[in-house]
C-alpha cells in the first residue's frame, strides 16, 4: 500500500497575523491512501514554520515517513493506531493527520457519513469567525461584516499592547458573542491588564499565557471573571483532566490536529462536560479537507459552544475541494456524502503543489 503526500501552497485573499506573526499563505499537506478501492484524505495542520507549536511541516512528513507509515498498512482503527504508537512522544499533529486518514477510511469503509459514523451528531455545527490583527478600522469592517453575515461568535486575536482593540469592537458592538485570542503573548506580570478586560464581557479570553501553561492560568482565573478558555495548553485528554482539576480552564478549543486526532478530540470533550466546562472546535486555517474533520467533530452534539470553523472562502479565492462548505445563518451543515463528504478538485491541487512524495508501506 502507498501514502501520497501532496504539499501545497495557497495564497491567503489577506495576510492572518497572530500575535506570533504574519503568514502570507497556508502551506497545507494533504495525504491519500487506496486501500480495497476506497480514497481517504486528511490533512496536516502544521504550518511551514514552528510558530503555533513545536511541528512545521516537513517536521510532520518526516515523522510520518519514519515512525507512523509502518503502522497504518492493515487500516487499524483510529484507536488502535494511537495505541500503536504510544512509545513515540509528541508530533501530535503528524499523528493526527494519520489518525483522520483512518477516520476517513473507515466510516467510509461503514458507508457512513463521518459526523455520524464518529458519534452523536445534530447533523450541523454551529459558526463562528476568527479574525486576525490588522489595523482597527480593517478589523472593525470585518466584525461587522461577520454580524452581517450571522456568525455566531465573533475572535479577535490580540497581543499584549493591543487591548485597545477589544474596547473598540466592544464600543461599536455591544451584544456580540464576543472573545479574544493571545496566542500566548501575554505573562504572569500581565494579570492587572487582563483584569482590565473584564468590563468589555468577553465570552472567554483564549490562551492569555505559554501553550505549556497550566499553573498560571489557574492563577489568573482566580482574579478575573472572564472565562479562561486553553488552546495551545491542551494536548491530550490527561492535560485536559489536569487544568480543570487545578482550576486553569473553563472552555476548551479543541482542535483534532493539536490532540492527535478525532479520538482524543471527543475524550476531551467528554471531560469538558463531566467537569461542567465547555468546549468548541477551532482551526487552522485548514483547506476543505481539513475543515471537513473539523465540521464533523464540530457537529457531534457534546460540541457546545460555536467553533472557529468558518467557510474558507474567507481566506482562499479557490479552495482544493469541488464542495467547499457553505455557512447560512451561523449554520453549517455536516456532509452527507461518505466519509469526510468532500471531493478533491486535483486540477485546483496540482495548480498548488510545490512538493509530492509517495511512499510504500
Ligand atoms: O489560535 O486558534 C488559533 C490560526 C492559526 C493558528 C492558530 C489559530 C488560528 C485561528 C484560525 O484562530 C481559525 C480558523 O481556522 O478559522
Ligand atoms: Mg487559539
Redesign the pocket.
Known amino acids: 500500500m502507498q501514502i501520497r503526500f501532496f504539499k501545497v501552497r495557497i495564497p491567503f485573499i489577506r495576510p492572518?497575523t497572530?500575535s506570533f506573526g504574519t503568514e502570507e499563505y497556508r502551506e497545507a499537506i494533504i495525504l491519500h491512501m487506496n486501500k480495497d478501492g476506497i480514497d481517504a484524505f486528511s490533512e496536516i495542520v502544521t504550518s511551514f514554520l514552528p510558530d503555533?507549536g513545536y511541528e512545521y511541516n516537513d517536521t510532520a512528513i518526516n515523522t510520518i515517513e519514519k515512525f507512523l507509515a509502518k503502522y497504518v498498512a492493515d487500516a487499524p482503527q483510529p484507536h488502535e493506531f494511537l495505541d500503536r504508537v504510544k512509545g513515540i512522544k509528541g508530533h501530535n499533529m503528524a499523528k493526527g493527520a494519520v489518525e483522520m486518514l483512518l477516520w476517513d477510511y473507515h466510516s467510509k469503509l461503514a458507508g457512513k457519513p463521518l459526523d455520524d459514523y464518529m458519534g452523536k451528531s445534530r447533523g450541523y455545527a454551529n459558526v463562528g469567525i476568527?479574525i486576525g490583527m490588522s489595523d482597527i478600522s480593517e478589523m472593525k469592517e470585518q466584525v461587522r461584516s461577520a454580524v452581517s453575515l450571522g456568525y455566531k461568535r465573533i475572535k479577535v486575536k490580540i497581543k499584549r499592547g493591543r487591548e485597545n482593540i477589544v474596547s473598540e469592537i466592544r464600543d461599536e458592538f455591544p451584544d456580540i458573542r464576543l472573545s479574544v485570542?493571545a496566542?500566548g503573548d501575554y505573562s504572569y506580570h500581565d494579570i492587572p491588564l487582563l483584569k482590565e478586560l473584564d468590563k468589555f464581557e468577553l465570552e472567554y479570553i483564549e490562551q492569555p499565557f505559554r501553550g505549556d501553561d497550566l499553573i498560571y492560568h489557574s492563577k489568573l482565573k482566580k482574579e478575573i471573571s472572564t472565562p479562561v478558555c486553553l488552546?495551545e495548553s491542551i494536548t491530550d485528554p490527561e492535560k485536559a483532566e489536569k487544568a480543570f482539576e487545578i482550576g486553569a480552564v473553563d472552555v476548551i478549543?479543541i482542535k483534532p490536529g493539536r490532540v492527535a486526532g478525532l479520538h482524543n478530540s471527543i475524550e476531551i470533550a467528554k471531560i469538558a462536560r463531566e467537569n461542567n466546562g465547555h468546549c468548541w472546535v477551532?482551526?487552522?486555517?485548514?483547506t476543505g479537507i481539513g475543515r471537513a474533520f473539523n465540521i464533523a467533530l464540530a457537529s457531534q452534539e457534546l460540541i457546545d459552544y460555536p467553533g472557529?470553523t468558518?467557510p474558507n472562502e474567507k481566506y482562499f479565492r479557490k479552495d482544493i475541494v469541488r464542495n467547499p462548505f457553505r455557512m447560512k445563518k451561523g449554520v453549517i451543515e455536516a456532509n452527507k456524502g461518505d466519509g469526510i463528504g468532500v471531493y478533491v478538485d486535483f486540477d485546483a491541487l496540482f495548480s498548488y503543489l510545490v512538493e509530492a512524495a509517495t511512499i510504500s508501506i
Open positions: 492572518f497572530t503555533y476568527s485570542d496566542n488552546d478549543n477551532g482551526g487552522m486555517l485548514e472557529d468558518s
